[in-house]
């Protein structure tokens, strides 16, 4: 491929709008590290991968694996690379959009379940999810008002996170936290006025007396928007809300790097 204004270039770089995206049950891939990602893993399927010459000899490894998971390899100059997206480092892939259910995460047992509530930004809804899978999550749930998980900038930021583990996304709160209050998970509200201090929660996790939470425990976090975090009625969903301790001068945490303390509070916890 040599044109960068070919009508195959034009429909690839259209995928940045939502509204095509689920249109065509589709999303792009950007760059060699999450296309790696995408065609080595069960699902979804990886429909086109695109890639420059220079690339090819460079990754070989990705178009050996796009070819042997069935997709169509593409070759294209640098100027139809970048045409694409500005973000190809010579690789994009074309697959189809992620699905997970939320009766297939509960069914296999939780332990660990990252859930984002009005979260908007995509880069930080992205590192949560990265951060989720670095952390040994089961599963990250991103409700209806939050972003949609296959924006551009939210895949970028999962770094191939986002073709490890399962994403739910859709689903109202109230219903996530139900579920998996019953599948026996407790549901943990991370809020800077939160009751319990994270660390006072690891000082006792295992023997944690009663009313106090236990990060042994299965554990569903709930995380909030990045502007006002909680709402009142969100809040009141949980089992209890857990505040991640600042002992400087910083203000508050953003959303991604209180996520990541507090997942991986849980996972040592209950390691």
Known sequence: ????????????RALASRSVRRRSGTFLVEGPQAVREAVTAPGPRVHDVYVTPDAAARYGEIVDAALAAGARVRSGTPEVLDAMSPDAQGVVAVADLVHGEM?????RRPRLVAVLAHVRDPGNAGTVLRASDAAGADAVVLTASSVDVHNPKCVRATAGSLFHLP??????????VAGLRAAGLQVLAAAGSGTHDLDDLLDVAGAAP????????????VFGNEAW?????????????????????????????AAAVCLYASGRAQR
Do not use: C
């Open 210 to 221: 009663a009313g106090v939470p236990d990060l042994a425990a299965p554990t569903a976090w």
């Open 103 to 107: 009766g297939a995460v509960l069914a």
């Open 229 to 257: 975090g909680l709402r009142d009625e969100d809040l009141a969903l949980a089992d209890a809300a857990v505040r991640v301790p600042l002992r400087g001068r910083a203000e508050s945490l953003n959303l991604a790097t």
């Open 167 to 176: 994403v739910v996304t859709g689903p109202e709160l109230p219903e996530v």
């Open 1 to 12: 491929m040599t044109n960068p204004r070919a009508d195959r270039v034009k429909a690839v």
